[in-house]
């Protein structure tokens, strides 16, 4: 009887999980498109997902490096040209607008409310076979990935790690959770059994909204470069905070210079927020961010120091 117990319970899991996937791939399979695209190094393929009823697509950045514009197929045999709007490889996005909008969006989700465990359904065109889906789990959270724009490295921060097998031509495509939102943008195979995507988040939102309006990302630039280290547990009882970024160069005339930040100073918040590590203030380091007053509070010498500075353009 308990057997027979058992295999029900086995029974009715799998045809919950079956009926979450089938329902998240009807939701987003019809917004997802299969993008061919021909640049100097010869042709290229990929995935995007629809994101707004005008015909703006997303995808990433590497897929349409290169290319001005290209083919978009969708899954009921609707195909279209687009254009390129504008990629940022540093955070591999790009934003494209359909000729011809024919298909209806996906809703966007928040990724920063994931958790290690939870189902996720990535949502593309892998190998050529448009329409594929394959699911898994959220195996890892605030992964970090390095992008390159020409002299420009920055990492990609809170990458989403998942077990969802993907494979070449999956990126661009969607990772998506069980209510069918998508979280994020498949954008790497690092390796048998791992997946990584780009997360949907307020900082991601950002820089497809600047790459939509102006179809370039403009960041801010402090000049100054740290490593994370804990906080003195006093501190970190009175505060929460664990830990800090410690400044190991500043560049001379930089706005961190000028604002009086030194090597050694420990970096505890910026703007308001807590510092934990570079990503938490490379964070911040955004366009609205430039030319505008950033309060930024250092550990020197076992006291708090508060100092204010105005970040200037990230130039190339």
């Known amino acids: 009887m308990d057997i ?14 079956s009926r979450v996937v089938t329902g998240v791939a009807a939701r987003v399979l019809p917004s997802v498109a299969a993008l061919s695209v021909r640049t100097p190094r010869g042709a290229g393929a990929g995935s995007a997902v629809t994101i707004d009823a005008e015909g703006l ?8 490096q290169g290319a001005a514009g290209g083919s978009a197929a969708f899954g009921e045999g609707t195909e279209t040209r687009f254009r390129v709007v504008g990629t940022d490889p540093l955070s591999d996005l790009a934003v494209l607008r359909a000729e011809e909008p024919a298909v209806p969006p996906v809703e966007l989700g928040d990724a920063d409310g994931l958790r290690i465990g939870q189902l996720v359904v990535a949502v593309g065109n892998p190998m050529g076979l448009a329409g594929s889906v ?5 195996s890892g959270l605030g992964r970090s990935l390095p992008a390159r724009d020409g002299r420009l490295v920055r990492l990609i921060e809170d990458v989403i790690q998942t077990d969802a097998a993907l494979n070449p031509g999956n990126s661009g495509g969607a990772l998506a959770d069980s209510t069918g939102r ?4 498949n954008t790497a195979v690092a390796g048998y059994g791992l997946g990584l995507a780009v997360p949907i988040n307020a900082t991601t939102r950002q820089i497809i909204a ?12 402090l000049g100054v470069a740290g490593a994370p280290v804990p906080l003195p547990p006093e501190l970190t009882e009175r505060t929460g905070q664990r830990r800090g970024l410690r400044v190991v160069e500043v560049v001379p005339g930089s706005p961190a210079g000028l604002a009086g930040i030194y090597l050694g100073d420990i970096i505890v918040s910026a703007g308001g927020r807590p510092v934990q590590d570079g990503q938490g203030l490379q964070r911040l380091m955004l366009g609205p961010a430039i030319g505008t007053r950033l309060a930024v509070t250092v550990l020197r010498k076992g006291a708090f120091v508060d100092v204010v500075a105005v970040p200037t353009e990230l130039t190339r």
């Open 210 to 221: 600047d790459l939509t309006a102006t179809g370039r990302v403009r960041r801010a630039w």
């Open 182 to 185: 998508v979280v994020g943008v």
């Open 4 to 17: 027979e117990h058992t295999e029900r319970a086995e029974d009715a899991a799998l045809d919950a999980y």
């Open 134 to 138: 394959t699911a898994g789990v959220v």
């Open 57 to 64: 697509l997303l995808t990433s950045a590497h897929v349409v």
